[in-house]
């Protein structure tokens, strides 16, 4: 299998055509994942176009490769959003890394009010680029065409401002419908997922949606986006 690059100024190319791949990507490439000439290498912009072919050239800060296919994916609909509360350790970045193989459409980092972590001051850009960073390495492994959009962080009032475009549902262990029995529709849908203590009932009012569960088990911050993307990419048809 080819490995998988991301160049967001990638220009559309046919077959034959020659790509010059420049930057920091190209350095990663060459000198961490040992690109060399004859390699199959895949490269996409991250907005579904994806050009494959064979390296013939591999310099410290640049490669170049031969078009064999070009290929641009469409984007699937209806789009899953998830709404990740900030979580303490490294469980907000596990959980946006899996959403991210999983195909989520775009993530929103969001300040509940028992999220433990608090992106304030200096800690809000470095929170925003650490996340942007994990999404961007994720859909390269993934080699997902499409890389999803990291939103600016919200707060609750926010996240139910957004109820005018999307579907939004809460995932609470103790809501009396669970997402496999859920009837959707064409609509976007906005997952939100609380921190490791849960959502207070005066924000769950503020939010408003529609309270949905998994399974009988109470799913950490971590797994509980992950496993509601998975569901919903069965409902939907995505797999």
Known sequence: MANRYLDEHLADASIGDRVTVTGSEARHAVAVSRLRVGDTVSVGDGAGLVLEGEVVAAEPTAFAFEVRSAVRFERTGPAII????LAKGDRDELAIQAATELGVDAIIPWAAGRSIVRWEGSKARKGADRW????????????RPWLP???????SRQLALLAEQTRILVLEPAAPTQLTQLPLD?????????????IAADELATIGGEPVRLGAEVLRTSTAGPAAIAV?????GRW
Do not use: F, H, I
Request: aromatic content about 0%.
């Open 149 to 155: 959009d990291v939103l600016d962080l919200v707060t």
């Open 82 to 85: 998830l709404a990740q509360a």
């Open 132 to 143: 942007a960073a994990v999404v961007r390495e994720a859909t390269k492994q993934s080699m």
């Open 186 to 198: 064409s609509r976007d849908l906005l997952l939100v997922v609380g921190p490791e203590g849960g």
């Open 232 to 236: 919903l990419n069965a409902r939907l």
